[in-house]
């Protein structure tokens, strides 16, 4: 079955540091890949997302680019700030039977200090 | 966007109680919500989907006579932890689809509900 595979963390950056946040897919078909944002006490929030290999989802200066021939999509911010701590997930959507739902990560919770 | 409202945010209930979350769409209509459980450091999971007016459909795994669903109208569904048990202690979250769109857009969470059972 399809599954997402994400670095665990938590993962500690000093502000305006540069942000890697690994994750990797396996999945029948051509799925569509998500990069899910959590804040403290707060639902989850589509941060970005990509549909196709090779697209690039972009938001908040948050990127990552669809990779089927290494089956990735890695989150990258070039300079973070404190109010980017957060949970962030990496997604896909489930299209096996027609099913319209997310099969996630387990989630990296990343802590920006000043 | 849209919102989905998760309700209660926490609660802490008795072994042997039962407890309801409930999930509303707030400016959309979803004939189809969807339930996972995210355990300490690992993914959210998938227990079912709820179809509004028919029965919901559960995942592998997950007891249908435990996790009672109920989505009765197109804003709301309703999870209800029956006969609690520590082991239920987790926390839960809904989310929606704006209807007739594709599974490729996104998905509206709510903002989940943590269940303690002491």
């Known amino acids: 079955g399809n599954s997402v595979t994400q670095m665990e963390g938590p993962v500690t950056l000093s502000e305006e540091a540069f942000l890697t946040i690994n994750c990797t897919y396996t999945a029948t078909g051509y799925p569509s890949l998500f990069w899910y944002v959590q804040y403290p006490g707060e639902g989850l929030q589509l941060l970005l997302k990509a549909t196709k290999a090779d697209d690039k989802g972009s938001n908040k200066g948050f990127e990552a680019t669809y990779r089927k021939e290494t089956t990735s999509f890695h989150l990258e911010k070039g300079s973070v700030q404190v109010s980017d701590s957060a949970v962030y997930f990496c997604?896909?959507?489930?299209?096996?039977?027609?099913?319209?739902?997310?099969?996630f990560g387990s989630g990296t919770r990343l802590q920006v200090q000043p | 966007g849209a919102v989905v409202s998760q309700h209660p945010s926490r609660v802490i209930c008795k072994s042997g109680t039962s407890v309801k979350i409930e999930c509303r769409s707030l400016d959309f209509q979803a004939t189809t919500m969807f339930w996972y459980r995210q355990f300490p450091k690992q993914s959210l999971m998938l227990m079912a989907t709820s179809n509004e007016g028919s029965k919901a459909t559960y995942e592998q795994g997950v007891e249908k006579d435990k996790f009672l669903i109920n989505h009765a109208s197109l804003t709301l569904s309703t999870l209800t932890v029956t006969s609690a048990h520590p082991e239920d202690s987790s926390f839960y979250i809904c989310?929606?689809?704006?209807?007739?769109?594709?599974?490729?857009?996104?998905?509206?969470f709510g903002q989940g509900t943590r269940l303690t059972v002491v």
């Open positions: 997604a896909l959507s489930d299209q096996s039977r027609g099913r319209r739902a997310l099969t």
């Open positions: 989310s929606a689809r704006d209807p007739g769109t594709g599974i490729r857009t996104e998905a509206f």
